[in-house]
């Protein structure tokens, strides 16, 4: 099987890689094409995985390309992980917003927003390559914001696109660890949107063990998200929201910490990885040991402005794995190429399971999967203040989707308003200039 990495110069592809170096199964992959507009980071990373290659006799064949068409041609899956306007465009939205006192978060509020509104253009210009060129691909959607993304994808592929995030996987294991279970026998009950969803449940064995954890406090407060949101709060909530839920419920106090913190994720990302690349221009510079050097400071660092405004310090080290998106991805390829039936957390078109929102709209939920793609387990209702957030940022999806299509800035104005953490007009209509002014790829803006 072949599979091709749109963003294939991006940090992370090393762990694609790896995962699939540690499948040796019949029908597995056995070519990997990667795909970026930047040839030096093209190079860089194809330099990382011959390194992770070297001594495993069946290991995929890798090429890179700049040239679009030629990476779909013959792609049987197609990941997608780009990032349009690069680290830099990232620091930029969180700068002009936090300047305007709302926060710039990549995927979260006005951030997310401008970040959707550059990326939306290209990935329609991408689905419609792979509709044409590769139609029977099953395309992975790991770029942000990947609910938006999936459901722009979804227009032009259907259900042939599905969402992958590793937030709920990672929140699944913590909490399943916690109370001793195994995550892979563990019944995750997760729903919402991507970055805005709940663990309302963890079933081992048909039981539900969920409630003894809300109701243990030292047990409650000793992992990542008890420490984030307070044993209280969850125990209000019922429930354990996804990380992110941490800039909703603690909004003031994120936007504080962002303000006042040196730099931004963003820039702290953009000047990190930009010591990565510039370190493997040089020839003669070990690729894999400085990959893995960089990675484990990037994971170290995650959400510390979140952690600094909750007063909890630096992450455990149980807690800095991470949920493992490479393993989702590869296990949604083994289910859909070899029909081995897996049940997975994963951003798909919503048919009828959140009965708030329509068919059409991509939704964040555990489904089984199989040879014929991904299928949404049925869930119970939502609580009226999770169906108060997930329908008012469902809203402002589809103003950003309707203003990528229509190019109208009164339309982006619109999306910027509506969202809950933007909350004023006049900031918004702000927010659209400065973007604007900043991003050359938002000139499509103009009506």
């Known amino acids: 099987m072949k599979l091709t990495i749109l963003g294939g110069g991006g940090f992370r592809v090393p762990l694609v890689y790896g995962a699939l170096l540690d499948d040796h199964a019949e029908g597995r992959v056995t070519h990997v094409t990667l795909h970026d507009l930047d040839s030096g980071r093209l190079s860089a990373i194809a330099r ?27 792609a049987d899956f197609v990941f997608s992980a780009i990032r349009v306007g690069g680290l830099a465009g990232r620091a930029a939205d969180e700068r002009i917003a936090l300047a305007e006192g709302v926060l710039g978060q990549e995927t979260v509020g006005a951030g997310g927003i401008a970040y959707g509104l550059r990326t939306l253009p290209v990935v329609t210009h991408i689905a419609r390559r792979i509709a044409e060129l590769a139609p029977d691909a099953w395309v992975i959607n790991f770029t942000n914001p990947a609910g938006l993304v999936t459901e722009a994808m979804s227009r032009i592929l259907g259900d042939r696109v599905v969402g992958i995030c590793d937030s709920p996987v990672g929140l699944g294991r913590r909490v399943a660890r916690v109370l001793g279970a195994d995550p892979r026998e563990a019944w995750i009950d997760y729903v919402g949107l991507n970055h805005l ?47 992110y839920l941490h800039y909703y419920y603690f909004n003031r106090e994120a936007v504080r910490a962002y303000r006042e913190a040196e730099r931004t994720r963003g820039a702290f990302l953009l000047e990190q990885q930009a010591g990565f690349y510039e370190e493997m221009g040089k020839p003669d510079t070990p690729a894999l040991a400085a990959w893995h050097r960089t990675l484990a400071d990037r994971e170290a660092t995650y959400m510390a402005h979140n952690r600094d405004a909750a007063g909890v310090g630096e992450r455990d080290e149980a807690d800095l794995e991470s949920g493992g998106y490479e393993k989702v991805a590869l296990a949604l390829m083994r289910a859909v190429a070899r029909n081995e039936r897996a049940t997975l957390i994963l951003n798909v078109r919503n048919g009828h399971t959140l009965s708030v929102l329509d068919a059409d709209a991509v939704v964040e939920v555990p489904c089984f999967v199989d040879a014929a793609g991904a299928h949404p387990v049925s869930v119970s209702p939502l609580p009226y203040h999770a169906v108060g957030l997930v329908t008012a940022v469902k809203a402002v999806e589809r103003e950003v989707l309707a203003a990528a299509e229509s190019g109208s800035r009164t339309t982006a104005v619109k999306a910027f308003a509506l969202h809950p953490l933007v909350d004023s007009v006049t900031t918004a209509r702000r927010l659209v200039e400065g973007y604007t002014a900043e991003h050359a790829e938002l000139a499509y803006l103009r009506r």
């Open 48 to 74: 990382v995985l011959a390194e992770q290659a070297e001594g495993v006799a069946d290991a995929p064949v890798v090429s890179a390309t700049t040239d679009l068409d030629e990476a779909l041609r013959g």
């Open 197 to 243: 969803g709940w663990l309302r449940g963890l079933r081992v064995g048909g039981r539900d063990v969920l409630p003894r954890l809300l109701a243990d406090d030292a047990l409650l407060g000793s992992f990542e998200e008890g420490k984030l949101f307070g044993t209280e709060w969850l125990r209000s909530l019922g429930a354990i929201p996804n990380e």
